[in-house]
């Protein structure tokens, strides 16, 4: 039986895909259709990797048929290969490059074809189409968060979510923020929007209403707490505004739209190596066929492309766009060193490593799976408003998954497929988040938040093209209604970056 994976035939390590004892014989497939055996020499958990051939000191760890990691001691064939005996390098980067051009025949066209499905979407009158109706109470500060949280819980068809920022920031900072709130305002799942504000905080309400009409022409009502007499005052004003919205989202009718008016959004968080193995190629194949419908796909997590940002600038439709891909990269990193830190000091974390995940380098490979093999064509910054009908493209976020997400929903996304290996509950409250895993153990143990259950895309029987077109077939029921897990749980995690220290 096959218990080992392989990705690539230049990988000097085999994934085990069931728990090994010592002593096993680990089978694999080899491209060729013949299997390849090498003997575990001890205990190898779920997801871990054992050493195919003799890895001396100093010599380059491969995966994917790419450099993960560099041998920190003689690895003798059939040792367990992780954290003890191996580590991320620098000087050994590109130990295991290959020619561009090589590389860049991956990259598949990214001309659509014709638009062959369509969901039932809200059509805006800014022109864009939402799948979902919702009034957003939008809090312009952590002053006003606590009122707006009263206000949606009041009045059913309302969303809200708390806002740490706000006040006390520097400019930069700030712009970031009011950037960000005008984004998640202006995504086409909201109707309208009630602006509420305390009165004194740095986003005053009027800059973050400029800033929503810069984007749509959505209507906005706004609320300062001050002004209208206190929070007792503001919330039963505010819940009387809302119910005027709310009646009036009401009437909207949901028409059919093309699939190439979304914008697809794709995160990872709770990563294992079943991440890299089956979830994130399952979400690659879906955003080829979103690409291949002139739908945008946005690929984002700066943190996680760490090790793997040169294969995507080779994707890149010019050089230009390619340079601006490594820029983020680089510029991220550079962030990082300011405090101090290193990036690959908390990165992987404890439960990606865990789950078989041994550098950043190996996850950031596993990672970058989810934008499957299409040119990328664009890059831009944290919340900035996504062009649709663009393909492929990146959006500069941090790793963290609640941030991440709200950026790339603040873009526009209106659905954000998540994949997962050790299970999170993560939503928001903006966009559906539908979240998938390969790793059958989390599928049972977490399947309260798992909406799609891909570990087939390991051990079968479907096919990788029958599981895209089941997840596929999913994320259009989500679009015409049908509530994600963290939807119907309530669970709506929205958070925004913070830049600087507080004034």
Request: aromatic share 4%; proline share 4%; with cysteine.
């Amino acid at each position: 039986m096959r218990n080992g994976v392989i990705i690539d035939d230049r990988d000097n390590v085999v994934v085990a895909i069931y728990p090994l004892h010592a002593g096993d014989e680990v089978t694999y497939a080899l491209p060729g259709g013949e299997s390849g055996h090498v003997v575990a020499n001890q205990d190898v958990p779920l997801f871990h990797k054992v050493a195919r051939q003799d890895i001396k000191a100093g010599q380059a760890v491969v995966k994917y048929g790419e450099f993960i990691g560099q041998a920190t001691c003689d690895i003798k064939a059939g040792d367990q290969v992780h954290v003890h005996n191996c580590a991320s390098s620098d000087a050994l980067k590109d130990a295991v490059d290959v020619d561009a051009d090589v590389q860049n025949e991956a990259a598949r066209p990214s001309a659509p074809v014709a638009c062959t499905r369509t969901f039932m979407g809200y059509r805006r009158s800014d022109g864009r189409v939402g799948i979902r109706n919702h009034v957003l109470i939008l809090p312009t500060s952590i002053c006003a968060s606590d009122t707006t949280e009263r206000i949606a819980r009041a009045v059913e068809g309302c969303v809200t979510f708390h806002n740490q920022n706000g006040c006390s920031q520097v400019d930069a900072d700030q712009q970031l923020t009011v950037d960000t709130l005008a984004g998640l305002a202006s995504n086409p799942n909201i109707h309208s929007v009630l602006a509420v504000s305390l009165g004194c905080e740095g986003c005053q309400n009027d800059l973050v209403v400029d800033a929503i009409r810069k984007r749509t022409n959505k209507r906005i009502e706004t609320l300062i707490i001050q002004q209208v007499g206190g929070s007792i005052k503001a919330v039963e004003e505010g819940t009387r505004l809302a119910r005027e919205l709310v009646r009036e989202a009401s009437l909207e009718v949901r028409t059919e739209c093309g699939i190439d008016e979304l914008i697809f959004g794709t995160n990872c968080g709770g990563s294992d190596t079943s991440s890299g193995l089956g979830s994130n190629p399952l979400i690659g194949e879906v955003s080829d066929w979103m690409v291949s419908q002139g739908a945008t796909t946005v690929l984002c997590e700066t943190p996680e492309l760490f090790g793997g940002e040169h294969i995507l600038a080779r994707r890149a439709a010019t050089k230009e766009i390619g340079d601006q891909l490594l820029k983020i990269v680089y510029d991220y990193e550079a962030y990082v060193q300011k405090f101090g830190a290193e990036m690959r000091e908390g990165n992987p974390s404890p439960g990606n490593m865990a789950g078989g995940l041994t550098t950043l380098e190996e996850k950031s490979l596993g990672c970058i799976h989810k934008a499957g093999h299409s040119t990328i064509n664009a890059v831009y910054p944290y919340a900035a408003q996504l062009d649709a009908h663009k393909g492929l493209v990146v959006m500069d976020t941090p790793g963290n998954d609640p941030s991440s997400v709200g950026g790339i929903i603040a873009g526009g996304c209106q659905l954000v497929v998540f994949s997962t290996g050790l299970g999170t509950p993560t939503g928001n409250a903006i966009a559906p988040v539908l979240r998938l895993t390969a790793n059958g153990r989390t599928a049972k143990t977490m399947a309260d938040n798992i909406d799609f259950d891909a570990q087939a895309t390991i051990y079968g029987p479907q096919t990788m093209e029958e599981l895209r077109d089941q997840l596929i077939d999913q994320i259009i029921r989500v679009c015409n209604g049908e509530p994600t897990c963290a939807e119907a749980l309530g669970y709506t995690e929205t958070a925004l970056p913070h830049l600087c220290n507080y004034m």
